[in-house]
């Protein structure tokens, strides 16, 4: 029997039911028909709006297919007085027909120029928003009525600044697709704080990897791990891009749309050729039911209890295994040029963060208070 968990989450300002399970395409399939439904890549996760009538529709819905649904984290939920003065989210009307033709025009487009998945939907998600607020106002698009919703909308609601930055890029090339010429607009992109990545130390990786008993998921964080993978990068290898004579990984198609190479770690071969006997995939490497990709939701699942295990707490992401490769080669004494070209990065620029996070680098260093 197929398990869904119902649980509540804030999504754009608005209270919502979080819908996770156990990736199955059937279920994936379903919950598509189910009307109210949609998916969040922000998230990772298929949502709907909460309130008690979805709810219920919600549950019914998934009861008629014979699903065990945990609901009580929806019941356990208390409902909270608004404090004063906390911004309170404006209601968007739904698309009408001829701007949701317009917007699958634009995703054809999009797809025609060979942008990535990702970026193609994150592109339609945000026009969406936008567009929905253009049909609220019931003017026409102006330098300043985008500068109105980015402030209504990302700025007074506090979204993070790498939503602001992708819903300006998306407008944009929304403008673009529709050959609207704005002149004057020059909306300013916030700068990202420069936050340094979260390490863990080489014993930290180890212990965390040595609390995961499932062959498979031990074997897919270990490649991540070993082979300073980005999780779609991970999750979209296939068994002919591992070459264990020349000892390399091929990366194909990756960030940017380029190839690379990378290690192939001895440890992680003998452990893959136990994989591969035991679950002899077809294709990919990892593989979701009915042979469709993993899903990344159920890889940070696995981090999250691997690391509890290992009674880790610092807060980590599948990309903090990355950057605890790159830091743990400059730490070995490699070259930052090869790391930039093993972790595929167009300019050293980015790779030189891990000199700021490496502990052999801040060692060396004589404290001045250390000669007093």
Not at 166 to 177: A, M, N, R, T, V
Not at 235 to 259: F, N, P, Q, Y
Not at 299 to 308: F, H, M, V, Y
């Amino acid at each position: 029997m197929n398990a869904i968990t119902l649980k509540p989450f804030t999504h754009k300002s608005q209270s919502c039911i979080a819908i996770k399970f156990e990736f199955n395409a059937s279920v994936k399939a379903y919950l598509k028909s189910i009307e109210g439904v949609t998916w969040s890549q922000t998230h990772g996760t298929y949502y709907m709006a909460h309130s008690s009538q979805n709810k219920q529709r919600l549950y019914k819905a998934l009861r008629l297919k014979n699903y065990y649904v945990d609901y009580s984290a929806l019941t356990t939920n208390k409902v909270t007085t608004k404090p004063k003065g906390q911004y309170t989210p404006v209601r968007l009307p739904k698309l009408d027909d001829p701007l949701k033709t317009n917007l699958t025009s634009y995703k054809k487009w999009l797809e025609q120029k060979r942008l990535s998945n990702n970026t193609i939907h994150t592109y339609v998600e945000v026009t969406a928003f936008f567009l929905r607020y253009v049909q609220l106002k019931n003017l026409p698009i102006s330098v300043r009525l985008i500068e109105q919703f980015n402030y209504d909308f990302i700025v007074k609601p506090n979204k993070s600044i790498s939503y602001q930055n992708q819903c300006i890029s998306g407008i944009k090339k929304y403008l673009e697709y529709t050959g609207f010429v704005l002149t004057t607009l020059n909306i300013e992109r916030p700068k990202k704080a420069k936050k340094l990545p979260e390490i863990l130390s080489s014993y930290e990786v180890k212990t965390m990897l040595d609390s995961i008993l499932n062959l498979k998921h031990k074997t897919l964080l270990s490649l991540v791990y070993s082979a300073g993978l980005r999780i779609g990068e991970a999750l979209s290898i296939r068994i002919t891009d591992i070459d264990s004579k020349r000892m390399v990984i091929h990366i194909k198609s990756a960030k940017g749309k380029k190839d690379r190479y990378t290690l192939l770690s001895k440890n992680f071969l003998d452990l893959l050729r136990l994989y591969y006997k035991a679950y002899k995939p077809k294709d990919l490497l990892f593989e979701g039911q009915d042979g469709t990709l993993y899903s990344r939701s159920s890889a940070q699942s696995i981090l999250k209890t691997a690391a509890k295990k290992a009674n880790i707490k610092k807060p980590i992401t599948l990309h903090t295994l990355r950057h605890s490769f790159a830091t743990h080669l400059l730490e070995n004494g490699t070259d930052i040029r090869y790391i930039q070209t093993l972790l595929g990065h167009s300019s050293p620029k980015t790779t030189m963060i891990y000199t700021h996070v490496s502990e052999t680098s801040i060692r060396n260093i004589k404290n001045p208070f250390d000669n007093m």
